[in-house]
Structures are given as C-alpha cells and as structure tokens.
C-alpha cells in the first residue's frame, strides 16, 4: 500500500505492477525528445518515518520513488503492462515454464564503477529469500528453488513448478538489483539514474543525476527531491505556488479548481487500484458470510464513487480484479446497494443489531474518511451501525491496516492477476502478512496453483473466473471501487504515454520526464 493508498503500502511493493492501458485527460504525449537539466521537486503523499533503503521493506510510495531512482530491475513495467528488458536485455523459458534464463546487459556499472554481475543478481533475490527476511516480495519467490550464475552474463532460476509470468514478477520493486555482498542499503548503492545525496525519512529525500546511467533518455534531471507532505490542500498549495513541479494522489474535489490554473495540467490515468473496507473472516462478526454479505449490501458503491471520487473511478464488485486485468470476468453480476437484502442476510446469522467500528485513516486515499461517513449512512438504513474511529496516518500500514478486523485499504495494481491473487488471498499471502481479509480457501488455493503454470489462455481464463466468483460470494473484500489515478504536474513538464500501475507515472517519473 503506498498511498493513494496501500496496500499498496507494501503495495508498492510488490508491485507493482500491473498496468492498464493509460488513458489521459487531457493527452500529455510529447513529441519532443528528451532534455536534460532542471531540479524536479516532486510532493509526495504516502510516506512514513521507518521508510528506508533497504530493498526487502519497501512500504510506501515515498520509498518506491526512491528505489526506482537509485536501481533498476531485470525487469521494467512500462506503459500499458508492457515488460520491458532493464538489466536483463533477454530471457527465455523452458517448454514447461520451470526454468528461466536472463542475459544481462553488458556494460553496466553501479555508482561507485563496479559492473553489473550474475553474482549481483543472485544476491539481491536471495537477500529477499533468506531465512528470517521479512521481504513483503518473499512470498512470490517462495516458488524459486535455486537462482544461480551460468557464465559472465547468464542468470538461471530453477522454479519448483511451472510459472508462466515468471518474467514479470521481476519487475516488483522490491527486486531491484543491488551488489553482491552489500548489507549497508543506506548507500543506495545501485545502477539507478540518480546517485543518492541526501535522505531523511518522512521528510526528504534528494539525488543527483548519475553521469554514466546506461539508459539513453533517461534520468534527465540534474536532481530531483522529493517532499513529503501529507495533506492534500497542501501539496496543491505548493504546486500553484512553484515550490514544487508535481504532486501525486490529487483530492478528486480540487480538480476543478486545478484546471482553471493555466500552469497546471491534471493527469488522470485509468488504474488497477481498488478501495476497499476489508473484513477479517476469522474475527467475530465477520466469520459469518452472511454478516459479510450484509457489510457488502449495506454499501452504495454509486454515491461514493460520485461524491468521494467525483466520479474519476467506477464502481468495485467484491473481487480485486477490474477490466484492466487480462483475466477480468465482466459476467459477474454488479452487487447493488440493497439494504432489504443486507437485513435479510442479518436475520440469518442472528445480527439484527449489527454494530462495528469501522478503522479509518486519509493515507489509504484522499477521501477515505468521507467514504467510511457515507458507509455509515448507508449501513444505518440496513440497521448497522458503523462507528467511525478515526487513526494517525503516520504508521497506519503497519499498526492499522491488516491488524483491525473492519478498517480501510487500498492496493495499487500488480503486474498479473497471479501476483494479485497471491498476496491477497491465498493462504501464502496469511503467511507474508498480505492477505487483509485473512480468507483460507482450499478451492481459492488450487486455483492460484494451477493457473499460475497453465499454457492454455482458455484453461486460465476459466480458473481465474471461478476464482473472482469465490472472492465475490464468499471473501471478505467489501470493494467498492475502482479509482482513476489523479497527479497534477506544472506544464513545463513533459514526458510520453503514462503508466497506470502507480501514481505519477508508474513512480517513475523522476526517470521518465524532462522539463521542456
């Protein structure tokens, strides 16, 4: 989760990744070619105190930036979900997806001159692999059982099953490539676009471009800083007043306001995130399904999706798959606001009375208070009573989220529907402290399994739609949409087609724009 939201906060983690097809309003393509120069001040919403360098404890935005600014990938996400070579110029996978085998660039080097290696990249994964790490991207290298070096340039991972998508789990950004034997992440050691100068958590950060970055056209800034400023009102103060070139997670209610400022361009971005107020299926009362799909009916997805998002998103449907997603089954039926149903629901599992405390907080997303308000509304009609407890947003990911049974979350997209499902709701995700809703499914489990090594797109689409209708029917997911990406940005800024599997660009704008 990261925030416009999280879970993202680790969110940002993994992954990223996965991205629609970005859709602008208005259109930022740029004809020109990249420029060089220029100090980029980027505010920042989601942060905390404990962010910091170490690539296995990427929790929030703020430190997905600075990753991405510092070190690359085998592997990058680019626009639309295109996987784009980075470190590794190549790879190829055997008939039966258990073995992958990456070439790395030649002529690499990290900022203090030492090239690019196979040992550096057997490093860094096992450095997320290792007994006792606390990698939030453990869980998806659980299925690696040997990483090892074949030669100068060549990299071979050993699978213990088949992974078809193997090629893009790399481009999570905790997997960044780091040098062989380094332990002191505070350096930022990498072959990233920007060498580190300066780094204050919760507070700043700043670089300085890498003079001998491999990537032509990119990392163009001569630094880039990044601010962290939680409010929303804020970070829009700051970029009308030039403090600041480009904010991210911009409150849906100032849009307007925004576009009549000639300097300033509104960058929305169709997405994979999704909001949600996730219930732990094994805490009392939500172990019932029947007080889930009470929570579920008793929510007027419509109304919070005009007033809360100002309409830049569309309704959520109970399971974390939205049309941006390969595998996305759009014959689901939408769950409506029905407060007839949600009591029918309550009679069943003896709750007629139904109160809960609702766990709230604005870091998730710009607006979650208002929405957790306007849940509460809807609930009473349903006779549910919503309390809403209000929390700090500094630590919110690590002392709220996945610790309350009902609160608020949000998660960025991943880069397959395989990723997403993992660490959200199979018993591997309970494991590594992703699975919000705690939902233990056998079938679930399976499906997860099995679609993650079948060739067959029919096969696959088939399973992943089961395993949405399960999440509907029976998970704990209470999603009630899916939300457009909103950055504002200077127009002296340019850049080409934008990401939509984070904010601003992917968290790569500081690599990606120029000024013009």
């Known amino acids: ?117 196979p040992a550096d990249v057997v490093h860094s994964f096992n450095t997320h ?59 930022g050691m990498g072959t990233g676009g920007y060498i580190l100068e ?31 400023i939680k409010d929303a009102t804020a970070r829009a103060n700051a970029l009308l007043t030039g403090q600041i070139d480009a904010y991210n997670a911009v409150d849906p209610r100032t849009v307007a306001l925004l576009e009549r400022n000639a300097a300033v361009r509104i960058n929305r971005v169709k997405s994979k995130a999704h909001f949600a107020f996730p219930m732990m299926v094994d805490q009392a009362p939500f172990t019932s399904n029947d007080v889930r799909l009470a929570m579920k009916y008793a929510i007027d997805r419509e109304e919070i999706v005009k007033r809360v998002l100002g309409g830049f998103g569309s309704p959520g449907n109970d399971h974390p798959l939205s049309a941006a997603y390969e595998f996305y089954d759009g014959s689901i039926p939408q769950r409506a606001y029905d407060p007839d149903k949600a009591k029918f629901h309550l009679a069943k599992a003896g709750e007629a009375n139904l ?14 208070t208002d929405a957790a308000v306007l849940f509460k509304a809807h609930a009473a009609k349903a006779g549910i009573t919503v309390d809403v407890a209000k929390e700090p947003e500094d630590g919110y990911w690590s002392s709220v989220w996945n610790k309350k049974p009902l609160c608020t979350s949000r998660w960025s997209g991943r880069i397959n529907d395989d990723v997403l499902l993992t660490l959200g709701y199979s018993d591997t995700g309970t494991k590594a402290g992703w699975n919000e809703t705690r939902i233990s499914n056998p079938r679930l489990n399976a499906i997860v399994a099995e679609a993650r090594k079948e060739f067959d797109t029919g096969k696959r689409r088939a399973l992943y739609s089961e395993a949405q209708r399960i999440i509907h029917d029976e998970g704990g997911s209470n999603i009630f949409a899916f939300a457009d990406f909103l950055d504002a940005t200077s127009r002296k800024l340019a850049f080409g087609e934008l990401a939509g599997d984070w904010m601003l660009d992917g968290c790569r704008a500081s690599e990606r724009w120029w000024f013009a």
């Open 355 to 368: 109160r809960v405390q609702l766990h709230v907080s604005e870091t998730p997303f710009a607006g979650a």
């Open 198 to 228: 300066q780094f204050e958590p919760g507070v700043r950060s700043r670089v300085k471009r890498n003079p001998n970055y491999w990537k032509a056209g990119r990392g163009n800034f001569d630094t880039v800083e990044m601010i962290c």
């Open 1 to 117: 989760m990261i925030n416009h939201g999280h879970p993202d906060r680790r969110s940002l983690l993994l992954g990223a990744g996965a991205l629609g097809a970005a859709q602008l309003l208005p259109s930022t393509a740029s004809a020109q070619a990249p420029k060089r120069g220029g100090a980029f001040r980027v505010g920042i919403s989601d942060f905390a105190t404990s962010d910091s360098l170490d690539p296995t404890l990427v929790e929030t935005q703020f430190s997905q930036h600075l990753q991405w600014q510092l070190r690359n990938n085998l592997v990058e996400a680019g626009p639309g979900g295109k996987l784009v070579p980075e470190l590794a110029e190549s790879w190829e996978g055997s008939k039966d997806a258990k073995t992958w085998t990456f070439q790395l660039r030649k002529g690499v080097t990290f900022h203090d001159g030492k090239s690019l290696t």
């Open 129 to 187: 692999r290792r007994e006792g790490s606390k990698s939030m991207t453990k869980p998806i290298l659980a299925q690696i059982a040997t990483v090892k070096a074949d030669g100068p340039d060549t990299v071979v991972f050993e699978l213990l099953d088949g992974n078809v998508g193997f090629p893009a789990l790399t481009s999570s950004v905790g997997l960044v490539i780091i040098p062989d034997g380094d332990t002191d992440y505070r350096r």
